[in-house]
């Protein structure tokens, strides 16, 4: 997890973490972040469940909380995953 | 597998499975936690309002007779596992060579195989994996159960999963091999890792740590594959070693590879096979008390224990062709998660198949799967069953659960628990 870890004095916002997932899918999956669509599952993207528990890891790093490594299966898309990490505290 | 290119996707908005409306059908989704709890429900539901359901390009059958059927249909191959294995080293910052060697030996794993390289594998190793090698470790497998329960006695409490049913298969399998008894523990702790091989919820990084693992594992079996080469004994590598087919043998990675498969689809299974068996009865005490009267029934008990809530939940194939079931068309590349959990459970074949029935007759469950790739250890795992299952019953009386929360393991094909505290008259 080579993730560099900001400073976290307060919670990134819900757009911060949609930023930094598109971002990090867009390099997993070697396309441009503009082609990703929030709505859109991870399965159509035939995102590797191994990326997602990698992802999920580091997010968990990042925003200094436990998270469950089925994340991106109970909430299959990016706008889901940003939706259940602001709303659930 | 690998559920997120295959899987069901919850509704979006909310995560959940919910029915939006008569028109709408409900999604799978082995994910959510009342799944994990108890996934009978939803098999229950699945079969009656969509036995043959489409989610992205996976299909989920949950029929037993759909499930029989495709198990033996030539037409659907093993599924592409150790392909997609080698596929995540394009994810890692090191390519190529991070997940070698987990991707080279699994690619020799039965399952993943299709005939007849898998027809010529099975063959050699069903040669030195005898049934007279299997009952050898009749009594070893005693000395085990027996040391395990010894240990707690005198306490009157003890964890079935912890104490007794996870140490059990690595400790047989390993003496089998013939593995040193002092390396025992060693094995067992890199066997615990290797056999997450194709659990979904691995990272990467997990996978890197699984292949340094199994790069370890390789090593310490090259070197006792080479000393019983020179001299032989009387345990399984030997036999594997010796084991012929008109000339042909196992190449040095096949050996390996089969070494590896034995601890990766025979660890977990047996372990979970004694823990659900014995939640089993201890939530049907009737049926305990009827194998604590009848010994001589443990036979037919495990097997509806088997049944009743079988460790492999799920097994996966590919369709190699279009082919029709129902009114529904798979097609040519499409994946299959065939439900062995649910076909277990299906009215159609299996009457009152929410009910513990330890003299159910006939009971071919599915369990063991069926087809070219039936567990060829199902008679080792059938053994431990018994012996664990029987030992328990019979030498701790008053058998309680001790505990008000059960934790079932995150896999959704493999059900079984982390823990099962027990307590008993000591």
């Keep these: 997890m080579a993730s560099k870890k900001p400073e976290v004095t307060q919670m990134p916002t819900a757009s911060e973490i949609e930023t930094w997932l598109v971002g990090k899918l867009a390099t997993y999956l070697k396309i441009n972040p503009d082609d990703i669509d929030i709505e859109e599952p991870f399965a159509h993207y035939k995102l590797d469940s191994s990326v997602a528990v990698s992802l999920t890891n580091q997010l968990a790093d990042w925003l200094n909380r436990d998270l469950e490594p089925i994340l991106f299966w109970e909430y299959p898309t990016i706008n889901a995953v940003t939706q259940y990490l602001e709303s659930a505290d | ?426």
């Design chain 2, 1 to 426: 597998m690998d559920p997120i290119a295959k899987q069901s996707s919850a509704d979006i908005s909310s995560g959940k499975t919910q029915q939006r409306g008569a028109a709408k059908a409900f999604r799978f989704n082995p994910w959510l936690a009342e799944f994990q709890v108890d996934p009978y429900p939803t098999y229950h539901r699945l079969r009656v309002e969509d036995p043959v359901h489409q989610s992205f390009d996976t299909w989920v059958l949950t029929r037993y007779a759909d499930v029989k059927a495709i198990l033996r249909d030539s037409r659907f191959c093993a599924d592409r596992v150790p392909k997609r294995i080698e596929n995540k080293c394009h994810y890692l910052e090191q390519q190529q060579k991070s997940l070698h060697t987990i991707a080279q030996m699994s690619g020799k794993f039965f399952f993943f195989l299709d005939p007849p390289d898998h027809t010529r594998l099975r063959g050699l190793v069903n040669q030195a994996f005898s049934a007279r090698l299997v009952e050898q470790m009749r009594p070893q497998i005693h000395e085990i159960v027996d040391k395990a329960i010894n240990k707690t006695q005198a306490t009157g409490v003890m964890d079935i999963v912890i104490d007794l049913s996870c140490p059990l298969p690595v400790i047989v399998i390993s003496r089998m091999l013939g593995v040193p008894a002092e390396e025992a523990e060693m094995l067992g702790q890199w066997s615990n890792v290797l056999s997450r091989i194709i659990d979904p919820l691995m990272s990467l990084e997990d996978y890197e740590e699984l292949n340094h693992v199994a790069i370890k594992f390789t090593d310490y079996f090259r070197d006792l594959i080479a000393e019983r080469r020179k001299r032989p004994q009387e345990d399984l590598i030997s036999a594997l070693i010796g084991a012929r087919d008109q000339g042909d043998k196992l190449s040095e990675d096949e050996l390996l590879s089969v070494c590896m498969v034995l601890f990766v689809t025979g660890e977990e299974t047996t372990v979970h096979t004694i823990g659900n068996g014995m939640l089993a009865l201890l939530r049907n005490p009737d049926q305990m008390e009827l194998l604590k009267r009848n010994p001589t029934i443990i036979q037919s008990a495990v097997e509806e224990i088997l049944r009743y809530d079988s460790p492999v939940q799920q097994t996966a194939r590919i369709a190699l062709e279009d082919v029709t079931i129902g009114n529904k068309t798979l097609q040519a590349g499409n994946n299959v998660l065939i439900s062995l959990g649910a076909a277990n459970r299906d009215p159609a074949q299996f009457p009152n198949p929410n009910r513990l029935n330890l003299l159910r007759a006939p009971n071919h469950h599915l369990a063991f799967g069926d087809g070219i790739h039936y567990c060829l250890g199902a008679p080792l795992a059938r053994l431990q069953g018994q012996i664990a299952i029987s030992t328990l019953v019979q030498r701790l009386p008053n058998l309680k659960l001790n505990t008000d929360k059960l934790e079932w393991r995150k896999n959704i094909n493999i059900r079984g628990l982390k823990s099962l505290p027990v307590s008993f008259a000591p």
